[in-house]
Every structure is written in structure tokens, then in C-alpha cells.
């Protein structure tokens, strides 16, 4: 049995931040790897110098993905082809084609038919705060746990594929010590961090000691920056990374962070691959 591991993401260039050297680096080491993405991140800002306009936006973040995708290794990359629903609290919340007025049951079985179809052992999504609260974040979220566990049972969606259970469900989460660093970072590049510090930034990221997998993965943090520059509507000149020397830009975009959300972990526990102890490794 080959392994296997599927991404499920709401727009281009979530997969990049979080996963990208993740992703390659399962690419590169034969293991089959699978990206959803349920959004074409119709909505978001678009980037100084980039040739799109809103009603191109979604086409042009599409064949950014690709290009990333491309870059990462990733085998199958699938869009489910929603609206991005934007920010909370815009008007775009009430659009009836954005991802979080999708009917659950008809996201879910998707999501099903998809992972009966790939069979990962590993499943990852967004953490249940979406990262950083954006709807289609908390979305496709709720929507991957739901059909992580509907796939393995035969009484649920039964015609959609053979039933398949993925052993591993892990949520991306940097911990607050990879902010904390990125901050510090920041700070001694001379960059203004007083929004880091203000009483509404509160503390960022998932508590350290609830990480399961950190890896630190240099060999693949190329492909991880070429995905990021694939995105180009999004990566812009402005963005922090950008402003960091780049050998600590390379050390902290090269590591990323698991959190093992089912089976639910005992306390403490760490492992040093997300297949670690499994039988496929
Ligand atoms: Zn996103």
C-alpha cells in the first residue's frame, strides 16, 4: 500500500504557507499527495502589479494554484469551484454561490466521494478556528471532519465509492513559538511590530505543546518559495516574509507544524512524521 496524504484547504495559496514543504516533501518521497481547494479565491485583494481584475480574479488565483501545485509535486489537484465567501462580516457572506451557504450534505458528500477515490492515510485541514477565523477557513474545516469520518462507513453516501477510512486527521498549526519568533524577526529588521503587540493581537497560533509533528524541512523550502511566488495575487512585495533576511526567511518558511486531531492524541505526544507508527510508513 502506497501512502498517501490529501489536503483540504478554502483558496489558492493556503495549501503554500501552511503544507508547502510538507506537501513537496511527501511528493518527493513517493508518496501520492492530493490537494482540494473549495474556493477559487474570488474576493480576495489583489496584489500590486498583478494583471487581474474582480471578475478574473478567480481564473487568474486557478492557474496560480496550478503553477504552485506544479511546483509542490502535488498529484491530484481538485477544485470544488465555490465563490470565496470573503472576510467575516463583508457582504460577500450573503452571496448565495460563496462556500459557506453550500449545503453541508452536498460539500460533505463530495468530500467523501474524494477521499474513497484517493484513500489517503493522512488527511489534513485547517484547525477548528480556521487558522485565523475566515469563514471558508472554519468551513472547510468542519466540512473535512465530517467526511473524514462519513468515508469509512458503508451506511453513509453509499454511492458514492467504496468506503475508505483514513487513518490520520491533522489540523496545520504553527504554534505561538513560530509567531513569537516571526515577530522577534520582524522586530530586528527594523519592521514596526506594534500591531504583534497591541491587546487585540492576543496570543496567535496553537498552544506548543499541543503541536504533534514540527518538522523542519530545508530541502523542499524551494519549492515551497516557488509555489508562494506562483502566487503572485497574493504573494506581493508587501508581504512580511519579504521583509526578512533571506536565510531566516528560508529557516522559517521551511518548517511546519501538525496538530494530530483524530486519533485524539495523549498528552505530550510527539512524532516526527505525519505517517510515523503507521504501517504504511
Ligand atoms: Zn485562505
Known sequence: MNRSVLALFAHPDDEAFGTGATLAHYARSGAQVGLVCATNGDVGEIAEGVDATPETLWRVRQDELRCAADNLGVHDLIFLNYRDSGM???????????????????????????????????????DPSGAYGHPDHI??????VAAFHAAGDSAQF??????WQPQRLYYAAFPQSFWA???????????????????????RGWPDDQVTVAMAMPDTVDAKLAALECHASQFGGENMFRKLPADVMRDLLCREFFALAWPEPAPGLILDDLFAGLEVA
Not at 453509499?158 to 468506503?163: I, N, Q, R
Not at 519568533?181 to 492576543?202: I, K, M, N, P, Y
Open 88 to 126: 467575516a462580516g463583508t457582504e460577500q457572506n450573503a452571496d448565495p454561490r460563496a462556500y459557506i451557504n453550500a449545503p453541508a450534505e452536498e460539500v460533505v458528500r463530495r468530500l467523501v466521494g474524494i477521499i474513497r477515490e484517493q484513500r489517503p492515510q493522512v488527511v489534513i485541514t485547517f
Open 139 to 144: 468551513a472547510i474545516h468542519n466540512h473535512t
Open 158 to 163: 453509499p454511492d458514492d465509492g467504496e468506503p
Open 181 to 203: 519568533r516571526l515577530r522577534d524577526e520582524l522586530a530586528a529588521a527594523g519592521e514596526d511590530v506594534s500591531q504583534w503587540d497591541s491587546a487585540e493581537a492576543g496570543d
